[in-house]
Antibody, heavy 122, light 110 residues
Framework: QVTLRESGPTLVKPTQTLTLTCTFSGFSLTTSGMTVNWIRQSPGKALEWLGLIDWDGDKKYTTSMKTRLTISRDTSKNQVVLTLTNMDPVDTGTYYCARIRPYDSSNAFDFWGLGTMVTVSS | QSVLTQPPSASGTPGQRVTISCSGSSSNIGSNTVNWYQQFPGTAPKLLIY???QRPSGVPDRFSGSRSGTSASLALSGLRSEDEADYYCGAWDDNLNGVIFGGGTKLTVL
């Protein structure tokens, strides 16, 4: 069964770098068609897609964060890592990792982690 | 500001049929399928509809989706109190080369 779980700090200071890890099971990120995404939700706000990494190691990022965001993977550990530099209070929110439904072109997120709340404050 | 436009709120009484709209453009809904998510407070979103009108296993057939041109809609029939949640549409955008979401619709069951 597919599961994803986010882990990382709950509090970071402005200008610091955030590193979150998504540990998943039930699928392999080296299997063709698999992708893991990061999605953020600020308190009381809508979902915001941040970026993805796919089975081939290719990455895509939302335009507004391209200079600050890096997504990487460790296939041996079944982990995907989000690194976001120069954190600001507006980056406060719940960060989710999610898998895109494979083998069709829906780009639908079929499995989600529980999310991890990150607060940016001095 | 969300690229996909949803009404911020919708409401209905138990048993009614409610629809939630999602408006986009040629680079997203006009050329790619739409997905819908249900989110309860404090929990992760759940996939409700994929490929515009397909239900994942376990989603009741009270939920249905459609897409026409650059718009899509989610319909809930036989409304129940447990349907009270936030609903988001999402789609791939070819110009942005990424996934975009609507601003979300809060559904209230009166």
């Amino acid at each position: 069964q597919v599961t994803l779980r986010e882990s990382g700090p709950t509090l970071v200071k402005p200008t610091q770098t955030l590193t979150l890890t998504c540990t998943f099971s039930g699928f392999s990120l080296t299997t063709s068609g698999m992708t893991v995404n990061w999605i953020r939700q600020s308190p009381g706000k809508a979902l915001e897609w941040l970026g993805l990494i796919d089975w081939d190691g290719d990455k895509k990022y939302t335009t507004s964060m391209k200079t600050r965001l890096t997504i990487s993977r460790d296939t041996s550990k079944n982990q995907v890592v989000l690194t976001l530099t120069n954190m600001d209070p507006v980056d406060t929110g719940t960060y989710y990792c999610a898998r895109i439904r494979p083998y069709d072109s829906s780009n639908a997120f079929d499995f989600w982690g529980l999310g991890t709340m990150v607060t940016v404050s001095s | 500001q969300s690229v996909l436009t949803q009404p911020p709120s919708a409401s209905g009484t138990p048993g009614q049929r409610v629809t939630i709209s999602c408006s986009g453009s040629s680079s997203n809904i006009g050329s790619n399928t739409v997905n819908w998510y249900q989110q309860f407070p404090g929990t992760a979103p759940k996939l409700l509809i994929y490929s515009s009108n397909q239900r994942p296993s376990g989603v009741p057939d009270r939920f249905s989706g459609s897409r026409s041109g650059t718009s899509a809609s989610l319909a809930l029939s036989g409304l129940r109190s447990e349907d009270e949640a936030d609903y988001y549409c999402g789609a791939w955008d070819d110009n942005l080369n990424g996934v975009i979401f609507g601003g979300g619709t809060k559904l209230t069951v009166l």
